[in-house]
């Protein structure tokens, strides 16, 4: 059974800093790519990042690109996303996801991932 728990959200001033971290259990962690993604009320939840099994290969979301920076370290089984300058329009709950397989086909896709943690509430304040 896979498991993934988000970790560090929180309340942040406009301009500020968070990092969030998704431990995964359950299965060979470093097998499989990673992504996370954000929904903002009343909103359809997004993609903000994926990262591959090695970590060489990632993508961002225009809105988040150059600000938010994902990562992984296999030997913990987690994965962070580091978000720098956050700005009101990053509120949202956050959610760490995996896939049922190791494919890297359409990481930016909702569709591509069978398992998501219960997410973490993201709030900026301007």
């Known amino acids: 059974q896979v498991q993934l728990v988000e970790s560090g959200g929180g309340l942040v001033q406009a301009g500020g800093s968070l990092r969030l971290s998704c431990a995964a259990s359950?299965?060979?962690?470093?097998?499989?790519?990673m992504g996370w993604f954000r929904q903002a009320p009343g909103k359809e939840r997004e993609f903000v990042a994926a990262?591959?099994?090695?970590?060489?290969?990632?993508k961002y979301a225009d809105s988040v690109k150059d600000r938010f920076t994902i990562s992984r370290v296999n030997a913990k089984n987690t994965v962070y996303l580091q978000m720098n300058n956050m700005k009101p329009e990053d509120t949202a709950v956050y959610y760490c996801a995996a896939p049922r397989t190791t494919a890297w086909r359409t990481p930016t896709s909702e569709y591509e991932y069978d398992y998501w943690g219960q997410g973490t509430q993201v709030t900026v304040s301007s």
């Open positions: 990262i591959s099994q090695s970590g060489i290969n990632t």
């Open positions: 359950g299965r060979t962690f470093s097998s499989y790519p």
